[in-house]
Structures are given as structure tokens and as C-alpha cells.
């Protein structure tokens, strides 16, 4: 059975007016349309694609701030605080949804594969005091996990954990269509001020709404705004893969040096990711496959005995310093910008969710929005 949300297909075809529009219908797009409705807010909400069909379906879904924000003080604060709403955001979705949404802190295990990193990863756990985190060595580990292979030693955090990505996103589409939202596969191509509306220019006709919140992904870039410019977005391609294992049960995140491991609840393995700028291919390739099984293999060695289910790829989303672009535009006032999460959009779509809802409905503007700002890139300009 597909968890993508089918949508309606209406042939717009004249000018259409609605209160807010969101563009794309990734796990960004319909976690914004779930918590606007959420809070009352009628919305459309535009796609060329299904629901979670572009980055969002690729997604290995994990909820790993500590482990992702480790260079990176913005990020890491964003992290946390999403983290924080998960476990209320997938308990009103499952009951507004009606549908299931597989989530679990099962913890990640950062892995050591040599004396150094074991000691990065050892000081890394020093500096972030406060937070639970155990420090394993080699033997303990491998007691706990029998299933790895020689290790250096590895790193608990067990609050993280990870999310069905697909599964969410659908819940998100149908939580936010109970609520009254529309969905329409169309595309749009141009925004431009209309008066004190914004119009949005599509495949298939015209929209006017007060409010275009811009979810549109690694694409986001090519809409043509009027007056304003779209932050340089551009798509880093991931490979992900699917295994069936049949090892020793693993029960937690497995974190490598080249790449990770997230333990599905049917026994299967999502093993990611690679990091490619290609541009807007999003083929899977030969290299991408065999690099992803030698690294899962270096910290599995049963991992040559899974079976091979399938490659996922997505285009992430990445401004030029790999930040999100959240908040509104100060040159084209109605539009909202909700993309560039890079690595990061499954973890941040509650707070994200938050964030874009605040600002439309009580115009509360978050102290993130001071560094996230879509306009940051066109100072001087
Ligand atoms: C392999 C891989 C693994 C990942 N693992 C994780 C992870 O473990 N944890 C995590 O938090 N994140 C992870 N990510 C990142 C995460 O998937 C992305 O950050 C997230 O999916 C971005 O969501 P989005 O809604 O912004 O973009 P998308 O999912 O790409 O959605 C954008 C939507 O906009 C639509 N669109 C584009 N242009 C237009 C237009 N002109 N008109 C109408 N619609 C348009 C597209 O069709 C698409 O549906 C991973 C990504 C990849 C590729």
C-alpha cells in the first residue's frame, strides 16, 4: 500500500483565491499545512509530485541533533528543540491522521574505528554536558552489540532515534486535509505582487493568496519571484539503501565514520547516505551502492549476508551555509520561506511546522528567523 496522499486534480485554469498557499508537499510543505490547519488556518497546498515524493523519500528519518549539530551551534539548537516536540507531534498526527507513523529513540552508537576519532568522540561528549551520553569501550560495546565488528569504542546518546519518513509525511498530508486543507498537483513557475496579495503563477492557472509559504526543496530556486530574489538553493544528492538482515538483531542507531545504520521495527536496515553534488540527478549509481556497502560492511561484517531490497535517492536542499532558510521575505512581503534543511528536514519539520505557523498566524517572530533569514544572502544588494 503507497503512504503517499493521493491528491485531487482539479484543472485550476482561472485565478484562484485562497488564504495561505504553501509550494511543495515534501515533509517540510505538509508538516506546515498540518499545524496551520491544526491551528485553523485554511490552506492549499501545490505539488507537481505526491506528497513526499522528491527529498522526503529517501529520508532515513533521523532525529540525531547531537550527532548532526556537532560543528554547527545553529543547527544544533534548531535540532533540540524540534527533538523536543516529536513525541506530541507523532501522538496528534497517528490520532488526527488515523494512520500509523513508525517512530523510535532507540539511541544512536556513534562508532570509533581508531584510537583518534575514539578520543574526538570521547571529548565531544565532555563538551556537551548536560546531555546523557556513555561512553563504550571496544569490549562493551561489542557485548551489547554483537553484531559489530573490531571497533575503537562508541559513543550512546539515547534520546536520538528516527522516523518513517514516508509514513509521516502522508500522516501530515491527511492530518492536514481532515483539518480542511486542499491539495493540487500543479506547478508553480512565478510569484509576483498582485496588489495586496501575492499571485502565484502555475502549470495549470493562477492562485492569489495573503500568505506563500515557499516549501518547494532543492527546486526552490527556479521560481521566478518578482521583485525578490530565492536564496541560492542546491540539491546535494543521497543514496539510501534498504537490506534485509539477518544477523544478530540490531537495536540501535549505528553511526560510521562513512555512513549510518537506522534498524527498522521489520528486522530490515536503512543504510546512508551518500553526499554528491551532481546537480538535479537523481539517479542512483554503481559507485553510490558499493561505497555504502563497504562502509556498512566495515561495521557489520555480516552485512555481505543481508539481502539487497532496494536504492533510494533525494535531492537535499542546501543554501551556501548549509543552514535553513526560514522566515519572511522583508523584499516581498506575504511570502515565507520554509526550506535549505539539508541533512536535516525530517528532524526540523515540528519546529518548523511551529515557527512558519507563529509568524502567519500572531506574526511572532522567532529569534531563530535573526539567523535563518531568507535575506541574509543579499545584504548590500
Ligand atoms: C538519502 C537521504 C537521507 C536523509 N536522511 C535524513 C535523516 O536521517 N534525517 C533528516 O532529518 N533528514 C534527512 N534527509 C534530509 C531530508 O530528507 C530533507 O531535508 C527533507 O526531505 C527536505 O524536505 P523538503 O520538504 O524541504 O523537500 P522535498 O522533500 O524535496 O519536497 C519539496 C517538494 O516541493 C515540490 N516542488 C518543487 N518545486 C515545485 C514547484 N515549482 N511547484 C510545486 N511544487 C514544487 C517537489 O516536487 C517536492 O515534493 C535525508 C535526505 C536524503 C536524500
New binding site residues.
Given amino acids: 500500500m503507497s503512504h503517499f496522499h493521493k491528491y485531487d486534480r482539479p484543472q485550476l485554469g482561472r485565478t484562484v483565491s485562497v488564504p495561505v498557499l504553501i509550494?511543495?508537499?515534501?515533509?517540510?510543505?505538509?508538516a506546515v499545512a498540518c499545524e496551520l490547519t491544526a491551528r485553523g488556518v485554511a490552506c492549499t497546498v501545490?505539488?507537481?509530485?505526491?506528497?513526499?515524493?522528491?527529498?522526503?523519500?529517501?529520508?532515513?528519518?533521523?532525529?540525531?541533533p547531537y550527532v548532526?549539530g556537532h560543528e554547527n551551534g545553529p543547527l544544533l539548537d534548531l535540532g533540540i528543540r524540534s527533538l523536543a516536540l516529536y513525541d506530541e507531534w507523532v501522538a496528534r498526527l497517528t490520532r488526527d491522521a488515523g494512520l500509523d507513523v513508525e517512530y523510535r529513540r532507540v539511541g544512536t552508537l556513534e562508532i570509533a574505528l581508531d584510537a583518534d576519532h575514539a578520543a574526538q568522540l570521547r571529548a565531544t561528549s565532555a563538551r556537551d554536558a548536560g546531555v546523557t551520553r556513555t561512553w563504550l569501550d571496544p569490549a562493551d560495546a561489542r557485548a551489547r552489540h554483537p553484531a559489530l565488528g573490531s571497533i575503537a569504542g562508541a559513543l550512546f546518546t539515547p534520546t536520538h532515534g528516527?522516523v518513517a519518513?514516508r509514513q509521516l509525511?502522508a500522516a501530515q498530508a491527511a492530518a492536514a486535509v481532515k483539518g480542511g486543507a486542499a491539495f493540487h498537483r500543479?506547478?508553480?513557475?512565478r510569484i509576483e505582487r498582485g496588489g495586496d496579495v501575492l499571485r502565484v503563477i502555475?502549470s495549470t492557472g493562477a492562485l492569489t493568496a495573503r500568505s506563500v509559504v515557499l516549501?518547494?526543496?532543492?527546486?526552490?530556486s527556479?521560481?521566478d519571484v518578482a521583485g525578490s530574489s530565492i536564496p541560492p538553493l542546491r540539491p546535494?544528492?543521497?543514496?539510501?539503501l534498504h537490506l534485509g538482515w539477518r544477523g544478530h538483531p540490531i537495536e540501535t542507531i549505528i553511526w560510521g565514520p562513512e555512513c549510518?545504520i537506522?534498524p527498522r521495527t521489520d528486522g530490515s536496515l536503512l543504510v546512508?547516505?551518500?553526499v554528491e553534488d551532481v546537480g538535479f540527478d537523481e539517479r542512483a549509481t554503481a559507485a553510490g551502492v558499493r561505497d555504502l556497502l563497504d562502509a556498512a560492511c566495515d561495521l557489520l561484517p555480516g552485512g555481505w549476508g543481508a539481502t539487497f531490497l532496494s536504492v533510494?535517492?533525494?535531492?537535499?536542499?542546501a543554501a551556501p551555509d548549509d543552514l535553513p532558510v526560514l522566515g519572511p521575505d522583508e523584499r516581498m512581503p506575504g511570502l515565507i520561506h520554509?526550506?535549505?534543511?539539508?541533512?536535516?528536514?525530517?528532524?526540523?519539520?515540528p519546529l518548523t511546522a511551529r515557527l512558519i505557523a507563529d509568524w502567519i498566524v500572531d506574526e511572532k517572530r522567532d529569534p531563530a528567523f535573526a539567523v535563518l533569514h531568507p535575506n541574509r544572502f543579499f545584504r548590500g544588494v
Avoid: F
Fill in positions: 509550494v511543495g508537499a515534501g515533509v517540510i510543505g505538509t501545490i505539488d507537481e509530485r505526491d506528497a513526499g515524493g522528491r527529498a522526503t523519500q529517501a529520508s532515513a528519518g533521523m532525529l540525531a548532526e528516527y519518513a509525511t500543479t506547478r508553480a513557475t502555475t516549501a518547494a526543496g532543492a527546486w526552490g527556479d521560481i546535494v544528492r543521497g543514496q539510501l549510518y537506522v546512508g547516505a551518500t533510494n535517492v533525494g535531492l537535499r536542499p520554509a526550506s535549505g534543511h539539508y541533512r536535516n528536514g525530517v528532524l526540523l519539520a
